[in-house]
């Protein structure tokens, strides 16, 4: 059978993925994505957005064809589906599969767990963001690597992703950045209405009431650096600082010595919402360049402006020896990948999640 992609093969009723890196295989039929289909024989694997542009649900596809309804995935380099990379949440099985899956594990191994949290405070950080704390229970030692999420298990078997942006040495307060916008229908604990974006009289609705979570998930984490102290670079868009923020605060609490760089990009002063938690942790990290950047600044903003992974590209000619983490929309991660390569970003240390 001929390895690859197609957006037009028809689907066979129902198919075998093998995997080969397990003793374990499951069926998948014409109604599923094959991400649906692993989760429903009880695997549990890194997903994210679900849209295919984050990549958290990568595989490598060795044998057999799959199709993309909806086209090619933003979470796809071409190097990727060069190499044959699929994201698992959009692929529809054409034949019978085998699949190299990556951070697998069966419902009853450790790893990501289920546990109940209170929401310990809700506030409205700006217009469309709320910070929520979570508390775990104090018998659980959570454990999670700066970088990682969380989804929140909402009624009719829904869930919702949402970064942590605490650092793993404090895990007694879970901090979640949450957006409002599209799919804040899913959040009816933390917004008043669907359409609107205000905080309820005296906080949010489900303040001080329990919620489940299950983490922690995810392949976007920090990794040391294991050849020396190299530069790294923060760049984040919007609600993609969470988990930017936990590293930030990792590095620093492990006093890390290492070249800091961090740029966030979002639409006008406003949504500068963690800028007070960014300066402090700049006062504290000798060196370390913060820059904002606005895409509608108002006037009188003397910062910078436009789009922020065009203002990294017009300040560092070259990115060669950098280790990247980047957060953000579709649409500035899709860029990030097409045009910091051309500047020398090494593909194997340029960590990207997407946040639709």
């Not at 057999?64 to 990727?80: K, T």
């Not at 936990?246 to 990009?265: C, D, K, N, P, Q």
Request: aromatic residues 6%; glycine residues 10%.
């Amino acid at each position: 059978m001929l390895r690859g992609w197609t957006a037009n093969a028809a689907n066979l009723l129902e198919v075998r993925v093998r995997v080969v890196n397990s003793d374990r295989d499951f069926e998948v039929d014409q109604t599923q994505s094959v991400l649906d289909a692993a989760l429903a024989a009880s695997w549990k694997l890194p997903h994210g957005c679900r849209g295919g542009n984050c990549g958290l649900c990568k595989a490598r596809l060795l044998q057999g064809e799959v199709r993309y309804a909806n086209g090619r995935p933003l979470g796809l380099s071409d190097a990727e589906i060069d190499a044959g990379y699929i994201v698992l949440c959009q692929a529809r099985a054409a034949s019978d599969l085998e699949l190299e899956l990556y951070g697998i594990r069966a419902a009853h191994e450790r790893g990501a767990s289920r546990l109940p949290c209170r929401i310990e405070q809700a506030t409205l950080v700006a217009h469309d963001v709320m910070i929520v704390l979570l508390r775990p229970p104090p018998a659980v030692d959570f454990e999670f690597q700066a970088g990682q999420y969380v989804d929140v298990l909402l009624p009719g078997d829904r869930r919702r992703s949402f970064c942590i942006a605490s650092p793993p040495h404090d895990a007694r307060l879970l901090e979640l950045h949450v957006r409002a916008g599209a799919g804040v229908e899913s959040t009816p604990w933390l917004f008043t209405d669907a359409g609107q974006r205000a905080a309820a009289p005296h906080g949010a609705p489900g303040e001080g009431s329990l919620i489940t979570i299950e983490g922690p998930l995810g392949r976007f984490y920090y990794r040391e650096a294991a050849t020396g102290p190299r530069p790294l670079m923060l760049v984040g868009g919007g609600a993609g600082i969470a988990p930017l923020l936990s590293i930030l605060r990792h590095v620093t609490f492990a006093s890390l010595r290492r070249e800091l760089t961090l740029y966030w990009g979002v639409r006008g002063s406003r949504d500068l919402y963690a800028q007070a938690a960014i300066l402090q942790l700049v006062s504290r990290v000798p060196g370390m360049r913060y820059v904002p950047v606005l895409s509608e600044p108002e006037p009188g903003w003397i910062g910078r402006t436009g789009i922020v992974t065009a203002a990294v590209l017009e300040d560092i000619a070259d990115l060669a020896g950098c280790d990247i983490y980047a957060a953000g929309p579709p649409a500035m991660i899709e860029a990030l990948r097409d045009e910091f390569p051309r500047r020398g970003a090494s593909v194997e240390r340029l960590y990207c999640d997407s946040h639709a």
